[in-house]
């Protein structure tokens, strides 16, 4: 089973950036979906942005409207690992941030990771 860990969050003020990565304990491969969740206290967790392989190759990404155009996600399959930039937070972007891994064909077998606290305050 994929064991995920993710790091890079913290406080950061409105307006401000970081990067988030996801370690997986073993390597990339088409079968696998991963994505970028979030969940703040009182709301539901919601998809922020995921990435997965296209039909033609390469890679195809899907973001949440609230997100587009200001965070970016990103693989780096030498380093087994999926990063997500987060550029001009607003305070609305506060949460729990979870990566995800999912199977494409069966998307009920899938790990997540422990999360990381995003803070976006002045």
């Known amino acids: 089973q994929v064991r995920l860990v993710e790091s890079g969050g913290g406080l950061v003020q409105p307006g401000g950036s970081l990067r988030l990565s996801c370690a997986s304990s073993g390597p990339f491969s088409s079968i696998w979906t991963m994505g970028w969740y979030r969940q703040a206290p009182g709301k539901q967790r919601e998809l922020v942005a995921d990435i997965s392989s296209s039909s033609s190759g390469g890679t195809h990404t899907n973001y949440a409207d609230s997100v587009k155009g200001r965070f970016t996600i990103s693989g780096d399959n030498a380093k087994n690992t999926v990063y997500l930039q987060m550029n001009r937070l607003k305070p609305e972007a506060t949460a729990l941030y979870y990566c995800?891994?999912?199977?494409?064909?069966?998307?009920?077998?899938?790990?997540w990771g422990q999360g990381t606290q995003v803070t976006v305050s002045s």
């Open positions: 995800n891994a999912r199977h494409v064909l069966f998307p009920s077998l899938n790990s």
